[in-house]
Structure formats: C-alpha cells, structure tokens
C-alpha cells in the first residue's frame, strides 16, 4: 500500500516567489492536512482538508493557502516568500470523519530553502 | 491555548540501558494522544495512539502509556536502530495535531 507522496522533495526559491507542493494521500484517505517543521518552531499545523472543504486553519499568515481536489489529492502554496519560510512542509492523512480512531500517517516532506 | 512538554530534550543511552521519555500535556477535550519517531531528513511515522488514561500499547521495544495529564514512552534494551525523534502530538476537538519539541534519543553500541 502506497504511503502519503509529497512532490517536490527539494526545492530552492528566492525571496518574493510562490511555491507549489503537492500531496497524494493514502489510497482512500479524505482528509489531508499540511505542516511546518522549523529547528526553532517544530512541528506547526497549517491546514487541514476534508472532501475539498478546510475544516481547520493555524496560526499562519494568508500567503499561506491550501486546496483539495475531489481525488482528495492536495497542494499548498505560499506566495511572497520570506527567508523565514524555509522548512520542512510535511502533509499528513488520514480516513478523517470522525477523530476518534483515525491514524494519522505523514509523507516525507518537502523541503524547501529560500535564499 | 494546548500545550505538550517533552523532557528530556536530549537522552544518550548506552545498548540495553532502559529508559523513559516523559510527554505532559494541558488541553480540553483530548481526543487521542500519538507517539511518532522521526529519523534526520524524513517525516514522522506513527508509533501509537493513545485515547484513554491508562491505556497502553506496546511494539517490540517501545511501551507507551497514558494518564490524564501525561505520557510515556518507556524503550526497554534499547538498539542503536532506536535512535530517533520522539514525537509527542495530542489530538483534540478540532482536527489537528499539537506537537511537543520532540526527545532526541542516541543509543551507544
């Protein structure tokens, strides 16, 4: 069974482009939800996913923004990057419904620099 | 505001030394608590769920038990494969997880 794919793995952009990741979930998984991993922050929820509706969002400025297709397939994109932005983006799945008794698997991530 | 404490930081631990990692945690509305490890370089795969005080759950070394304001995760005779990120995350009434800063393990052949 084929694990959350996240596209790409590695990436470098300069200060004031956008960025586009991309996730697959888990072969029937409908809710999927995105995170930054900062040395500094650890691990920060972004958004979350359920049946191309967003059910949930962190504490992250609007350059930050994210969608669901109906294969349940995701992106995220962050406009205007700053410096600060480069992280680890890690997206996340999970059946989703209802909380109770979801496991919730990550992909490998995206790592992303900003220069 | 949730809040998840992992302690230690760091732990070094010689081959076969057991030891315990400590995940406190103040929310409402807990809905389950999870373990993942994390190796350099690659997202967090899932150890446990835990959804009740004193529910446990065991893998081949790692034991991970819970009360109602903290967890454990005891690694018993540890290999130096078990050397990781710990992650402590808690699950509560709106779809998303908090995570705890993580215990970095070394485990010493």
């Known amino acids: 069974k084929a694990g959350v794919t996240q596209t790409p793995r590695y990436l470098i952009k300069t200060r004031g482009q956008q960025v586009t990741l991309s996730c697959s979930p888990i072969s029937g998984h409908r809710s999927v939800s995105w995170y930054q991993q900062t040395p500094g922050q650890g691990l920060q929820f972004l958004f979350e996913?359920?049946?191309?509706?967003?059910?949930n969002k962190g504490n992250f400025p609007g350059r930050f923004s994210g969608r669901q297709f109906s294969n349940s397939r995701s992106e995220m994109n962050v406009s205007t990057l700053e410096l600060g932005d480069s992280a680890l983006y890690l997206c996340?799945?999970?059946?989703?419904?209802?909380?109770?008794?979801?496991?919730?698997?990550f992909g490998e991530g995206s790592w992303l620099t900003v220069v | 505001e949730d809040q998840v404490t992992q302690s230690p930081e760091a732990l070094r631990l010689q081959e076969g030394e057991s030891s315990s990692l400590n995940c406190s945690y103040t929310?409402?509305?807990?809905?389950?608590l999870f373990w993942y490890r994390q190796d350099p370089g690659k997202g967090p795969e899932f150890l446990f769920t835990?959804?009740?005080a004193g529910e446990e759950k065991e893998k081949e070394r790692l034991k991970a038990t819970l009360t109602k304001k903290e967890s454990f995760l005891h690694i018993t005779a540890p290999k130096p494969e078990d050397s990781a990120t710990y992650l402590c995350a808690v699950q509560v009434n709106d779809y998303k997880l908090s995570f705890g800063a993580g215990t970095t393990v070394t485990v010493r052949a």
């Open positions: 929310v409402s509305g807990l809905r389950g």
């Open positions: 835990l959804y009740s």
């Open positions: 996340a799945s999970s059946f989703g419904g209802t909380v109770s008794g979801n496991t919730i698997y």
């Open positions: 996913y359920f049946s191309e509706t967003q059910r």
